[in-house]
């Protein structure tokens, strides 16, 4: 059947008349070209894509109407030579001076071997371009935004990406917590226009309860998006207060705007401002839908940049608390130890003139008083020794020494202090070792101390060494309350005390065993334990003699 016999032959309208009708009310452009490449026809649907009337369209050289020369001479040649255009992408001005992206696919008509014109079906994807790129720049911006954690870089981010590709003002107005709405950042693409956005702000502050609806303090208010894509002069006017205000918006030229609330978790947090000073262009929804999602990535952002400065600041608290502890540690510690030593010398010299009286009633007293002085004595020392090892004044006295004949006398002197335990001794024969006697020794101490310590309804405590290739091991057991599992992690901190309330009663200050693992670990060795809450523990360290590890 041929197309002709499709149309309504009944009527008064003829076949031509028809086909005209059908071509002028297709929904894609259609256009025809000769062979200079005069246009000699186009339909409804071409004219109001590009915005021009017949007389200014027919008659002219399609050349006119491409921005890129070669592309138009190169399709024009390869319809000339009878090939066919399927879906060539390209750009054609339109009569406002902007361009449109179309689809064009294109072929020509011969007859008998000669060009006639040409058929070309040009369809509109500008709005499918720009979603396109917008959503491309929503992707990257997202990408960007994920890796600030500074409020003020995010900001000069945000507003790098926004200005002047896809606003030329832009303006970030942030409600806190005291209901004000505060200025948090402005971008403008023209640095003259810039001073009068400014003063702009400054001049007419955010007013939350601006009843009239586009307004920032409306947006806050009321949780509604706005899109106005065309400033009239009148809306002007109209929303100015007065002539001073309108006078400047006049200034600032703008075109078109929206604006948006940032909410987190349901909560305003602020406002953003897109403006368009460009009559040319105008926001659409396109725009409007990719601003609101742009609006939420930035509260994300700002959000997120806020916590992470909270936590920062958090942590600087604490390093400077603790810095603050140290000094007042190192200060207490040597303010202590002066009139501590002079406390003990007294003490002595006291107890032995009365010993020489036989006044055994005030020398026994004395002998409590030397043991409670003695206690301070190691409270001050452990409290030194934390100010040395913060400041890297921990010095070591190298020797060699036996190592076991140090776990036998720190052990007898530790058996001294307690009646109710009984301290095993489980020695391997062990070669000399390099290291600092006093302070391995000190390591064993604080071990033993705490075993008997935790450990008050119990009888025995196991103490064994090792010894290999220049390596020694030596670890006490005891069968006390041990330790949970979830503070295992923390035994070797400073100032770590378990925080069961059964262990209250028990004194101490958290020291000896974060003091133990620094002289281990300076020494080159390990130090590590195991522990089950209302069973015991088993502390123990490993070190290289130093003579070994120099080698
Ligand atoms: P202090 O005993 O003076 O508090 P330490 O640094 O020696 O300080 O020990 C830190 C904490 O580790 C102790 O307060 C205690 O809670 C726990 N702890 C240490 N040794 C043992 C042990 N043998 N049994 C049970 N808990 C222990």
């Keep these: 059947m041929a197309i002709a016999d499709l149309f309504d032959t009944g009527s008064n309208v003829t076949e031509h008349e028809q086909l005209e009708d ?4 297709a929904s894609v452009g259609i256009h025809l ?8 026809y186009a339909n409804k649907a071409e004219l109001d894509m590009l915005g021009y009337r017949k007389e200014e369209y027919f008659g002219k050289n399609i050349r006119e109407f491409y921005g890129q020369q070669d592309e138009i001479e190169s399709i024009l040649s390869s319809l000339l030579s009878s090939e066919k255009l399927d879906n060539h992408q390209t750009r054609l001005r339109c009569k406002d001076g902007s361009f449109k992206d179309v689809l064009l696919s294109s072929n020509a008509y011969f007859r008998e071997g000669t060009f006639i014109h040409s058929r070309c079906f040009t369809r509109d994807i500008t709005q499918l371009k720009k979603s396109e790129k917008l959503l491309k720049f929503l992707n ?3 990408v960007q935004l994920s890796t600030m ?3 003020g870089e995010a900001l000069d981010e945000i507003t790098k990406l926004i200005v002047p590709s896809f606003a030329d003002w832009f303006v970030i107005n942030e ?5 004000f709405a505060y200025l948090l950042k402005m971008g403008h693409a023209n640095p003259e226009k810039a001073k009068w956005a400014q003063e702009y702000r400054t ?6 309860n601006d009843p009239k609806e586009g307004s920032v303090g409306w947006a806050m208010r009321t949780r509604q998006a706005l899109l106005v894509r065309d400033i009239t002069p009148e809306i002007i006017q109209n929303g100015a207060k007065d002539k001073e205000q309108r ?8 075109s078109s705007v929206m604006i948006i609330p940032m909410l987190i978790k349901g909560v305003v947090t602020g406002v953003i401002s897109f403006m368009s000073c460009n009559p040319k262009n105008k926001f659409d929804d396109e725009d409007f839908s990719f601003a609101k999602d742009f609006t939420n990535r930035i509260a994300l952002t700002l959000e997120n940049a806020r916590l992470y400065e909270e936590v920062k600041k958090d942590i600087e608290d604490r390093i400077e608390a603790d810095k603050k502890k140290d000094e007042f540690i190192s200060i207490a510690s040597h303010e202590l130890k002066t009139p501590v030593t002079s406390l003990k010398a007294y003490t002595q010299i006291l107890q032995t003139i009365f010993e020489n009286e036989h006044n055994e009633k005030a020398s026994g007293m004395l002998a409590k008083m030397d043991k409670q002085v003695n206690k301070l004595t190691r409270l001050i020392v452990d409290l030194l020794d934390v100010t040395k090892i913060n400041k890297g004044e921990m010095v070591f006295d190298v020797q060699e020494f036996n190592f076991n004949d140090l776990v036998t006398e720190t052990a007898e002197e530790m058996q001294r202090t307690t009646q109710n335990h009984t301290l095993i001794l489980k020695l391997e024969p062990c070669e000399k070792i390099k290291g600092d ?3 391995i020794g000190q390591v064993i101490t604080n071990f033993i101390s705490n075993a008997i310590k935790y450990s008050p309804e119990a009888k025995e405590i196991i103490i064994a060494s090792g010894c290999n290739n220049h390596k020694v091991k030596l670890c006490v057991q005891d069968f006390g309350i041990g330790i949970a599992g979830h503070e295992h992690s923390q035994v070797f901190k400073r100032f770590f005390r378990t925080s069961a309330k059964s262990h209250h009663t028990f004194p101490g200050m958290g020291l000896g065993l974060y003091i133990s693992s620094e002289i281990i670990k300076r020494h080159g060795g390990n130090i590590y334990f195991e522990s089950t809450e209302g069973k015991g523990s088993l502390f123990c360290f490993e070190i290289t003699s130093i003579d070994a590890v120099n080698d």
């Design 22 to 25: 059908f071509l002028e009310n």
């Design 33 to 40: 070209v000769n062979k200079e490449g005069i246009i000699l």
């Design 140 to 142: 990257e911006a997202s």
């Design 149 to 151: 954690h500074d409020t």
């Design 175 to 179: 409600l806190r917590s005291d209901g």
């Design 203 to 208: 001049t007419h502050p955010i007013d939350i």
């Design 247 to 254: 006078e400047l918006l006049e200034k600032l030229t703008i």
């Design 437 to 439: 006697r006093n302070r």
